[in-house]
């Protein structure tokens, strides 16, 4: 299964950012380093839904 990350920045003339992983540890691992990087509206779209970032960080659980 892929699992689908996109955010997007706040700033002005920045966009958005789409990338493709095949586990779910994955995609919270890409998810959470770009809200440390200062992205917003980080989702994770896998398994039939889509995770917003306060759900896939609940869900999803510790990439550790």
């Keep these: 299964m892929t699992f689908i990350v996109q955010a997007t920045s706040n700033k002005p003339g920045e966009g958005s950012f789409t990338v493709s992983k095949a586990t779910g540890k994955d995609a919270l691992e ?29 869900t999803m659980g510790d990439p550790n």
């Design 30 to 58: 890409t998810a959470v380093g770009l809200l440390g990087q200062g992205l917003s509206s980080v989702t994770i779209t896998g398994d039939g839904r889509v995770y917003s970032t306060v759900e896939f960080s609940k």
